[in-house]
T-cell receptor
């Protein structure tokens, strides 16, 4: 059963700590994306990768980092430099098709 | 700069009636448009798309209309059902393989 797995569903961290959100897909999609959802602001693109070992900044990349060492995996690190890290994070993938989303990780930083 | 706008944050429609969700865009380079549906604490799911070479695309109860001159698209749901209650996001891209720019979403509530 193909899909995108984001783990964990809920994540809590103290301010000043880096945290890595996991995203794994078994859809054999080439491209992967990270979006962030905040109330009233829709989905905003953080980073995306169209092939392994390559990625580009999206609209709000500051304070985030990614890696794409394997086709199946696209982890997102929220660093202490991100000023407002509390949000709902969504990972997606596609291959010349509409984006397919995971079920998200809600990160709360206090 | 919000390139894709959904000016109605919420919409309430009676079951069986038509729901019309609207979306405007400013970037004339966008040529591929999509609608996604999202339930709380879940990822968005793809509903329907339209390419700029068309002005209408239909899939069951869902129809998307595109007015390129007005840079406007709309999603019609007929008849509306309680299970349609969700947040609907409009998205746009330059080409089918490109990254998507999303609107802010419209929360649809279908009442009995």
């Amino acid at each position: 059963d193909g899909g995108i797995t984001q783990s964990p569903k809920y994540l809590f961290r103290k301010e000043g700590q880096n945290v890595t959100l996991s995203c794994e897909q078994n859809l054999n999609h080439d491209a992967m994306y990270w979006y962030r959802q905040d109330p009233g602001q829709g989905l905003r693109l953080i980073y995306y990768s169209q092939i392994v070992n390559d990625f580009q900044k999206g609209d709000i990349a500051e304070g985030y980092s990614v890696s794409r060492e394997k086709k199946e995996s696209f982890p997102l690190t929220v660093t202490s430099a991100q000023k407002n890290p509390t949000a709902f994070y969504l990972c997606a993938s596609s291959s010349n098709s509409p984006l397919h989303f995971g079920n998200g990780t809600r990160l709360t930083v206090t | 700069d919000q390139q894709v706008k959904q000016n109605s944050p919420s919409l309430s429609v009676q079951e069986g009636r038509i729901s019309i969700l609207n979306c405007d865009y400013t970037n004339s380079m966008f040529d591929y448009f999509l609608w996604y549906k999202k339930y709380p604490a879940e990822g968005p799911t793809f509903l329907i798309s339209i390419s700029s070479i068309k002005d209408k695309n239909e899939d069951g109860r869902f129809t998307v209309f595109l007015n390129k001159s007005a840079k406007h698209l709309s999603l019609h749901i007929v008849p509306s059902q309680p299970g349609d209650s969700a947040v609907y996001f409009c998205a746009a891209a330059r080409g089918t393989a490109s990254k998507l720019t999303f609107g802010t979403g419209t929360r649809l509530q279908v009442t009995l």
